[in-house]
């Protein structure tokens, strides 16, 4: 890495360095899963009445109001359009691809509730609702769904179809939702 790149990610946030030292950006969305998968687990524990640290609490609402949004815009402006562009049709990609958008809009739609949720809770510790704590089980369920068919089925084809200027214009998008610009690497 060059000096220029290692002063400005001294400024980043966490995301924003961990997107530029990752190769490709589809490593970068395997690891959104894997934070998504976290936050799950946390939601999980919120549901069974456990307290969460102040630090926890933090990490979901972190995930579910800015980096999940990045994450979605990441795959529907540029992973399943380029997918949709090099996949051969025995690939059977747009019905898979079409579930996926439905499950992006149900997150989107969904993530909000959550939000407010998590934010009206006195502390860690809170109780929640029945009704509450059911809207964020199935929440959490229906993301952990999503998440292996995004990790079983799209994101080996993804490897296998995607070219590397497909690779590096998605890393330069990437980083552009995330206000960083590009180096000269990622160009």
């Known amino acids: 890495m060059g000096k220029d790149s290692a002063r400005h990610l001294g400024t980043a946030k966490p995301e924003q360095v961990k997107i530029r030292a990752v190769e490709s950006p589809l490593d970068f969305i395997y690891e959104d899963h894997a934070r998504e998968r976290e936050v799950c687990a946390l939601i999980d524990r919120l549901v069974s009445a456990a307290s969460l640290k102040d630090a926890e609490m933090h990490q979901i609402l972190a995930f579910l109001e800015d980096q999940l949004p990045q994450h979605l815009a990441d795959e529907e402006i540029d992973l399943f359009p380029m997918m949709l562009k090099r996949c051969d049709p025995e690939d059977e990609i747009e019905k898979v691809i079409d579930k996926l958008h439905s499950d992006h809009g149900h997150a989107m739609a969904d993530a909000p509730a959550i939000v407010a949720i998590i934010r009206a809770l006195d502390t860690p510790d809170s109780e929640l609702s029945d009704v509450e704590s059911r809207q964020m089980a199935e929440f959490a369920y229906r993301a ?13 084809i993804a490897r296998a179809r995607l070219t590397d200027e497909d690779l590096r214009l998605m890393k330069m998008h990437m980083l552009e939702r995330r206000g960083v610009g590009p180096t000269s690497e990622d160009k």
Do not use: M, Q, S
């Open 144 to 156: 952990r769904r999503h998440l292996t068919l995004e990790n079983a089925v799209i994101l080996p």
